[in-house]
């Protein structure tokens, strides 16, 4: 007989060291990356500060030259000449050394280096939170800025004070607010829709698409259920899909319409709400809210219905297809611009 153990006969052992190991590699990993993002900082200041003691224009552009090309010959790659500008982009960004610690605590400096070059305070701070808030990998936040999230986030379209308020609140007591949470437009072109098709055909894409379809509504949405059937008055009415937010703590309601709104459509969403409130709603949820999408909206309905600062009711178009970024991006900032004139002359 064998005196030699077998650790399968002590999976546990194994397992636990397993984890030790796995635990102190990533708070390694996250401390180096935490060191470094502040030595960054610390160079993009030293930087900044002997830039400004000899006011000449030429300087800026030799001195990091130089040091380009020193660094490079001491420490690699790492301390190229555009790295430099990133860090001094880094300091110019963040003046306060508090706040950039705090930052690259909860991020990494791939993250950071993606969020300075937005050069909006406001929007930089809406993906910095979200960032944090949603775990985004480096990708998933360039993908979001790329899709303008910002822009089609209901956010965008509301206050200073309450987009600061909001992102305060988010940033402080981790909880998220509706206007952080859904969009206008949603993009729904991995649906593979075109030219004509049925709210049937589009609910099953969405269905046969259903993590593409979570991934654009945002990492906290859980699917509950597919034309749930309600009965009032002996009527049976069905809910297209249903949803709950764990951030929000609500249910979501998702009704599913072709073509432009119509009035009719929220005394429709109020009767599945107050349906939901009575016989789904659970103690401690907060009550549900409705998404209306439609592939077109109607400014003037939505405005006489008062549904522009509804907090149960949200109407957002669709697209199946993409326009150009252009184009969509001129239509956002039109939009934001609309939003803003009507706050001031309220």
């Given at each position: 007989m064998s005196d030699k153990p077998d650790i399968n006969d002590n999976p546990k052992l194994l397992d636990s060291i397993i984890g030790l190991i796995d635990q102190t590699r990533h708070y390694v990993a996250k401390t180096v990356n935490q060191e470094l993002t502040l030595l960054y900082w610390k160079i993009g200041k030293s930087i900044n500060d002997e830039i400004l003691k000899n006011d000449r224009a030429d300087y800026g552009k030799k001195l990091i030259l130089e040091l380009s090309k020193e660094l490079l010959n001491r420490f690699g790659t790492g301390f190229n000449k555009r790295n430099l500008h990133?860090?001094?982009?880094?300091?110019?960004?963040?003046?306060?050394?508090?706040?950039?610690?705090t930052v690259c605590a909860q991020l990494s400096w791939s993250h950071i280096r993606t969020l300075i070059y937005i050069e909006s305070d406001i929007k930089r701070e809406f993906y910095i939170q979200m960032s944090i808030h949603e775990r985004?990998?480096?990708?998933?936040l360039q993908e979001r800025i790329d899709?303008?999230?910002?822009?089609?986030?209901?956010?965008?379209?509301?206050?200073?004070?309450?987009?600061l308020n909001d992102l305060a609140l988010l940033k402080n007591?981790?909880?998220?607010?509706?206007?952080?949470?859904?969009r206008d437009p949603y993009f729904l072109d991995f649906l593979g829709l075109h030219d004509s098709y049925s709210e049937k055909d589009l609910e099953s894409s969405i269905l046969a698409q259903l993590q593409n379809f979570i991934t654009e509504m945002g990492s906290e949405f859980a699917f509950l259920a597919r034309q749930k059937r309600i009965t009032i008055d002996d009527e049976d009415f069905?809910?297209?899909?249903?949803?709950?937010?764990?951030?929000?703590?609500?249910?979501?309601?998702?009704?599913?319409?072709?073509?432009?709104?119509?009035?009719?459509?929220?005394g429709q969403m109020e009767l599945y709400l107050r349906w939901l409130e009575k016989n789904e709603q659970k103690e401690g949820e907060n009550k549900p809210i409705g998404l209306i999408l439609c592939s077109e909206k109607s400014p003037e309905q939505i405005?006489?219905?008062m549904l522009d600062n509804d907090e149960q009711i949200k109407v957002s178009a669709y697209l199946t297809q993409l326009p150009e970024?252009?184009?969509?991006?001129?239509?956002?900032?039109?939009?934001?611009?609309i939003a803003e004139n009507n706050i001031k002359n309220k």
């Open positions: 990133s860090f001094i982009k880094l300091n110019t960004v963040f003046e306060d050394f508090t706040i950039v610690h985004w990998s480096v990708r998933t899709s303008m999230l910002f822009e089609r986030t209901a956010i965008s379209k509301k206050p200073e004070e309450t987009i007591d981790k909880q998220i607010s509706p206007d952080l949470t859904f069905y809910i297209d899909l249903l949803f709950y937010h764990r951030g929000l703590r609500r249910l979501v309601v998702i009704d599913l319409k072709l073509g432009k709104f119509k009035a009719a459509y929220k405005n006489y219905l970024k252009k184009l969509l991006l001129e239509k956002l900032e039109r939009a934001i611009a």
